[in-house]
């Protein structure tokens, strides 16, 4: 079963452009998180879908949103880039639920800004 | 305060020695889970380990082992045998019954000397 594809794997961006993530989560996973990883913060949550609805959020600007689609692939959007959002994102896709649920991460998308 | 502490930066052993990579949690709930990944320079966090809250055995996974002490709200991963190809960062993460996202520690770099 194909796991949890995150694209494109590298980009780069100029400050103050915006930028889209595309994840596709496991076949029959509708739950979709998105994390924020950087040498300084380390790895810090962004928001979680399912079934197309925001279930929780972090802590970030509203520069940073996201959306998920009815087959559940994810997209998250930053726009006006700064310098500061140069940072690996992870996509993890995981069953709804329980404590104990394992998610499944991507290989992630490097974002560096420029 | 953190909700996971991971003390080790960075960790040295011989291989096919076992070594312990330590892991501490704070949270209020009474159900929650436990995970650690482990991160290759690749990027992808694969996952190791899990340990429910109300699990009253250590979970064992292969060479992996969780030592979970609830009292001291901690949860060490020990890996036995160590390999060269387990050379990578290690993330303990925990999961509460409160909400979905994963909090993660600022992990360990563990280095498998030959």
């Given at each position: 079963k194909a796991g949890v594809t995150q694209t494109p794997r590298y980009l780069i961006k100029t400050r103050g452009q915006q930028v889209t993530l595309s994840c596709s989560p496991i076949s029959g996973h509708r739950s979709v998180s998105w994390y924020q990883q950087t040498p300084g913060q380390g790895l810090q949550f962004l928001f979680e879908y399912f079934s197309e609805t925001q279930r929780n959020k972090g802590n970030?600007?509203?520069r940073f949103s996201g959306r998920q689609f009815s087959n559940s692939r994810s997209e998250m959007n930053v726009s006006?880039?700064?310098?500061?959002?140069?940072a690996l994102y992870l996509c993890a896709s995981s069953l709804p639920g329980q404590v104990g649920t394992e998610a499944f991460f991507g290989q992630g998308t490097r974002l560096t800004v420029v | 305060a953190q909700k996971i502490t991971q003390t080790q930066p960075g960790m040295f052993v011989q291989e096919k020695e076992a070594v312990t990579l330590d892991c501490t949690y704070d949270t209020s709930d009474q159900s929650y889970g436990l995970f650690w990944y482990k991160q290759p320079s690749s990027g992808e966090m694969i996952f190791l380990i899990y340990q429910g809250s109300y699990d009253e055995q250590n979970a064992t996974e292969g060479r992996y082992s969780l030592n979970f002490q609830k009292a001291r709200k901690s949860a060490n991963l020990v890996i036995s045998?160590?390999?060269?190809?387990?050379s990578a960062m290690y993330f303990c993460a925990m999961r509460e019954i409160t909400g979905n996202q994963f909090y993660f520690g600022t992990g360990t770099s563990l280095t498998v000397i030959p």
């Amino acid at each position: 079963k194909a796991g949890v594809t995150q694209t494109p794997r590298y980009l780069i961006k100029t400050r103050g452009q915006q930028v889209t993530l595309s994840c596709s989560p496991i076949s029959g996973h509708r739950s979709v998180s998105w994390y924020q990883q950087t040498p300084g913060q380390g790895l810090q949550f962004l928001f979680e879908y399912f079934s197309e609805t925001q279930r929780n959020k972090g802590n970030f600007p509203g520069r940073f949103s996201g959306r998920q689609f009815s087959n559940s692939r994810s997209e998250m959007n930053v726009s006006t880039l700064e310098l500061g959002d140069s940072a690996l994102y992870l996509c993890a896709s995981s069953l709804p639920g329980q404590v104990g649920t394992e998610a499944f991460f991507g290989q992630g998308t490097r974002l560096t800004v420029v | 305060a953190q909700k996971i502490t991971q003390t080790q930066p960075g960790m040295f052993v011989q291989e096919k020695e076992a070594v312990t990579l330590d892991c501490t949690y704070d949270t209020s709930d009474q159900s929650y889970g436990l995970f650690w990944y482990k991160q290759p320079s690749s990027g992808e966090m694969i996952f190791l380990i899990y340990q429910g809250s109300y699990d009253e055995q250590n979970a064992t996974e292969g060479r992996y082992s969780l030592n979970f002490q609830k009292a001291r709200k901690s949860a060490n991963l020990v890996i036995s045998a160590s390999q060269l190809g387990d050379s990578a960062m290690y993330f303990c993460a925990m999961r509460e019954i409160t909400g979905n996202q994963f909090y993660f520690g600022t992990g360990t770099s563990l280095t498998v000397i030959p």
